[in-house]
């Protein structure tokens, strides 16, 4: 083998999280729409504690709940989506080969390792218009062990058939694509889409959609209504049944997260150690998440009491 052939066959990409994380933060903007109204709905009855009923209390109260609603809004979004995605992979992830394997590095633990022997190699390119004009070619790969099982998949642009996986898959896939042209790999036209999904973190449309439609009942809800406190209370019971059912996901990761720690006590230190941050970040999520529901409950209740007192 020359030597310029043999430099061709060692290779690596850095993965990352690519538009994801701004997906997500562009979600929690809306998520973090129900804050102010938990800060509106609390104010009066903080005052109404303190033993302060007076009209300049409350606003000096509001003043200071707006002084923190503001920050809330444009920091929280960013905030959460990078616990909640980079917190999992804090040491970052990247694909590597040599001649005789490739590896997608999750840390310091080896995700997947594919003699080239076992592999069976999917390569799915597509073309992106440009806004100025022109296009580009995209690249999705995916890598199965014929053996295990184990499966590598990484993409430069998320693919629109592609689900959501919350770790880093986006890299420039150029250097793999010219491996596998090198290795005479031919281009298919569908990859397995159920090797990417996460089965710990399952996503059901259904579970999104009724858990997105919790957010505006949280937010009437705690605004209440007018002539009655029922309506209030009935949408603020509903919008937090829908939370809580948003939050059935990650509550599920965190249960399983938690299984393959035990499991795995005394197995693969790598492994051990990209469960252990993963856990990190998975129970901030969950106590976001049960906290909603918390939230959502006792703004309702305080909303109503101040409409109607």
């Given at each position: 083998?020359?030597?310029?052939?043999?430099?061709?066959?060692?290779?690596?990409?850095?993965?990352?999280?690519?538009?994801?994380?701004?997906?997500?933060?562009?979600?929690?903007?809306?998520?973090?729409?129900?804050?102010?109204?938990?800060?509106?709905?609390?104010?009066?009855?903080?005052?109404?504690?303190?033993?302060?009923?007076?009209?300049?209390?409350?606003?000096?109260?509001?003043?200071?709940?707006?002084?923190?609603?503001?920050?809330?809004?444009?920091?929280?979004?960013?905030?959460?989506?990078?616990?909640t995605?980079?917190?999992?992979?804090?040491?970052?992830?990247?694909?590597?080969w040599?001649?005789?394997?490739?590896?997608e590095?999750?840390?310091?633990?080896?995700?997947?390792?594919i003699?080239?022997s076992?592999?069976?190699?999917?390569?799915?390119?597509?073309?992106?218009?440009?806004?100025?004009?022109?296009?580009r070619?995209?690249?999705?790969?995916?890598?199965?062990?014929?053996?295990?099982?184990?499966?590598?998949?990484?993409?430069?642009?998320?693919?629109?058939?592609?689900?959501?996986?919350?770790?880093?898959?986006?890299?420039?896939?150029?250097?793999?694509?010219?491996?596998?042209?090198?290795?005479g790999?031919?281009?298919?036209?569908?990859?397995?889409?159920?090797?990417?999904v996460?089965?710990?973190?399952?996503?059901?449309?259904?579970?999104?959609?009724l858990?997105?439609?919790?957010?505006?009942?949280?937010?009437?809800?705690?605004?209440?209504s007018?002539?009655?406190?029922?309506?209030?209370?009935?949408?603020?019971?509903?919008?937090?049944?829908?939370?809580?059912?948003?939050?059935?996901?990650?509550f599920?990761?965190?249960?399983?997260?938690?299984?393959?720690?035990?499991?795995?006590?005394?197995?693969?230190?790598?492994?051990?150690?990209?469960?252990?941050?993963?856990?990190?970040?998975?129970?901030?999520e969950?106590?976001?998440?049960?906290?909603?529901?918390?939230?959502?409950?006792?703004?309702?209740?305080?909303?109503g009491?101040?409409l109607?007192?």
């Amino acid at each position: 083998m020359s030597r310029h052939a043999k430099a061709a066959s060692v290779g690596v990409v850095t993965l990352g999280f690519g538009w994801q994380y701004y997906g997500l933060v562009a979600a929690g903007v809306t998520g973090i729409l129900p804050v102010p109204c938990w800060l509106v709905a609390f104010v009066p009855l903080a005052s109404s504690l303190a033993g302060e009923s007076s009209h300049g209390a409350e606003s000096t109260l509001g003043g200071v709940a707006g002084m923190v609603a503001a920050p809330l809004l444009l920091v929280l979004p960013a905030l959460l989506a990078c616990l909640t995605l980079r917190a999992r992979q804090p040491r970052g992830a990247s694909v590597v080969w040599d001649e005789n394997e490739i590896v997608e590095w999750d840390g310091p633990w080896k995700r997947a390792a594919i003699p080239w022997s076992r592999a069976a190699l999917t390569h799915l390119p597509w073309v992106v218009r440009l806004k100025r004009g022109g296009s580009r070619t995209c690249h999705a790969i995916q890598i199965a062990d014929t053996s295990t099982g184990a499966t590598i998949t990484a993409w430069d642009e998320d693919p629109e058939a592609a689900p959501v996986a919350r770790r880093r898959r986006c890299g420039k896939m150029q250097p793999l694509v010219d491996e596998m042209e090198r290795r005479g790999v031919k281009p298919a036209h569908t990859l397995d889409w159920s090797r990417v999904v996460d089965p710990d973190r399952p996503r059901r449309t259904w579970v999104l959609v009724l858990g997105r439609l919790g957010y505006p009942l949280v937010i009437a809800g705690t605004i209440g209504s007018p002539d009655s406190t029922t309506p209030g209370y009935i949408l603020g019971a509903i919008g937090a049944a829908l939370l809580a059912i948003r939050a059935l996901p990650v509550f599920h990761e965190f249960r399983a997260t938690m299984r393959h720690l035990a499991k795995d006590a005394h197995g693969d230190r790598g492994r051990t150690a990209a469960l252990r941050l993963k856990l990190r970040a998975v129970g901030f999520e969950a106590f976001a998440r049960a906290m909603f529901v918390v939230l959502t409950v006792a703004s309702t209740i305080a909303g109503g009491s101040v409409l109607h007192r």
